[in-house]
């Protein structure tokens, strides 16, 4: 059975909220930059889920958020996942700097793609970063840290 998940990219003054994952033991991300986010609950929604992830893990409470596509992995090496991806561009409250998954930082918009990452968040974030990319479905398959193949479906908004 697939986990299903959140992954949310904050926006703010031509700025993104980056975590660079470096704190948790047998971490698949482990050395590579992602968004906030985390594994849905028990019975919890994928909004219930960002908004309580986004606050565990930077201290911030959401305040304009929108979920932009669903993203489908497989791999050969991890279990099958269901991610709602998801931009914000308003929230509360301070940032954290502890978080015990990772070190938070502020990144010009321009660098993102530039970060150690997953080949297939390169094909994702250019799409979450332009505000008139309707929502997507988005399927990444790995065979070890390598993307074999990546299709991505648009859907009328």
């Known amino acids: 059975m697939a986990k299903n ?10 700025m993104v909220l980056m975590m660079h994952r470096t704190k948790k033991k047998n971490d ?26 986004v606050k565990e893990e930077s201290g911030l409470t959401l ?8 993203i489908t992995f497989s791999s050969d ?3 099958s996942e269901y991610m709602f991806l998801f ?7 301070e940032l954290s700097m502890e978080c015990d998954e990772g070190e938070l930082m502020w990144v010009p918009e321009e660098d993102v793609l530039s970060l150690r990452m997953w080949e297939g968040d390169r094909k994702f974030i250019p799409l979450i970063m ?3 990319t309707g929502f ?5 398959s790995y065979v070890g840290e390598d993307m074999a193949e990546y299709s ?3 859907h009328c908004s």
């Open 152 to 154: 991505v479906t648009y």
């Open 87 to 93: 931009s914000a561009d308003g929230f509360e409250g």
């Open 5 to 14: 998940t959140t992954l949310c990219y904050i926006k703010k003054d031509g």
């Open 77 to 79: 090496k991890w279990e």
């Open 63 to 70: 305040t304009s958020y929108k979920l932009r596509g669903i």
């Open 130 to 132: 332009k505000d008139d």
């Open 136 to 140: 997507f479905s988005m399927k990444l």
């Open 28 to 53: 698949p991300n482990e050395g590579k930059w992602i968004g906030i986010g985390g594994k849905l609950e028990e019975g919890e929604s994928p909004e219930e889920c960002l908004l309580r992830e």
